[in-house]
């Protein structure tokens, strides 16, 4: 166990060619918004029955935030989705930790299924408005911190001021 490479890629999560691809989930794993609805339209219904599966299972309640859990990626060019539950930003409450645990349950996630490669989105930053540098700074340095079989994390940003964001963090 080592701490993974660090790729920063601008594009579209669903065209990684890895082992695994972290999916940005709702707690319900039925398909969402935003990256999580990419996944779940690109991946096909595989997908969506894999979770309907779980959550007849272990997760009737949903997936709790920063927990992660693995299903087939369908006709994803990966072997894996990991979904995960990002915390929804807030000013009040100091809710990094669990951003952070995203990262951390994904990747062991990831060495349970012996993935060598993994990609992530910006976890929270969209519909859950957790501000784009900061998660930036959390996901580099959780990542930077972890202790993994998963040779290369690849950060695959959306857009270029997602990419400019994780660019800075990751030379910080």
């Known amino acids: 166990m080592s701490t993974p490479r660090i790729t920063l890629l601008r594009g579209d999560i669903t065209q990684q060619n890895v082992d695994a691809i972290v999916n940005a989930a709702n707690s319900s794993l039925l398909g969402g918004g935003g990256v999580d609805g990419a996944i779940h339209r690109a991946g096909g219904p595989e997908i969506l029955e894999a979770c309907r599966a779980l959550r007849a299972s272990h997760y009737g309640r949903g997936l709790a935030t920063g927990e992660a859990v693995a299903t087939t990626a369908g006709r994803l060019p ?39 490669t ?48 994780f660019q800075h963090a990751a030379q910080q």
């Open 118 to 165: 993994v990609a992530f989105p910006a976890i929270s930053t969209g519909i859950f408005s957790w501000p784009i540098a900061d998660a930036a700074r959390i996901a580099i340095a959780t990542v930077r911190a972890a202790t993994t079989d998963v040779d290369e994390v690849r950060f695959v940003l959306f857009d270029t001021s997602a990419y400019e964001a």
């Open 78 to 116: 990966a072997r894996w989705v990991i979904h995960t539950v990002g915390p929804v930003y807030s000013r009040d409450e100091d809710r990094s930790a669990l951003l952070a645990a995203c990262h951390t349950n994904s990747l062991h996630v990831a060495d349970t299924l012996g993935a060598k």
